[in-house]
């Protein structure tokens, strides 16, 4: 098991930017197999500890909201501990933690949010970055308008049915097969001024 430390390190050092949302197989054996029995403690309840300073925070809720992720892709068990991230999440944003943290480490705190299926929120993560991330947040909000933009939409993510088990509608089936999210963001793009 690894403390919030090495977490942290991980995400915010060893790793760049660019490798945060790219699904490659490689970085997903690296974080199940430094990360996997972490993430099983966090399940567990065992990592409550955690979120009693910004810093253990933090990484509790990369573990259960980014990591798992990468841990678990394309299944169910990607999902399974976001309520947990969103309760520390709750919690930092309430002490004012995530202003602790320099953007674009920041947009760490707000994603549990972007990453669920209801609209409040979704709506509540568009407004933190909007007045929380004034520096580096337009990117960043763009994905967060999108993320709103589907569950509008469908009151759900249509990309995550296969892995939850869940029948597809066929306006789902459609926005899958036409791209769903990459063209949701081509939409918005031009409206924040920005390339998709």
Known sequence: ???PTEILHFWLQELEPKD??????ALDRTCADRFGASLTALNAGQLEHWRTRPDGALAYILLADQLSRNIHRNQAAAFATDA???I???QAIRRGWDLSFPEPERQFFYLPLEHSESLQHQSRAVRLIQTRMPED?????????AHRDVIRRFGRFP???VALGR???PA???FIENHGYATVLKELAPKQGLAA
């Open 88 to 90: 520390a999440v709750g």
């Open 172 to 174: 789902e089936i459609e």
């Open 20 to 25: 945060w949302y790219q699904a490659t197989d």
């Open 159 to 161: 990309g995550r049915n």
């Open 84 to 86: 947990r991230a969103r």
């Open 137 to 145: 947040g337009a990117q960043t909000l763009l994905h967060a308008r």
């Open 167 to 169: 029948n597809s509608s």
């Open 1 to 3: 098991m690894v403390n």
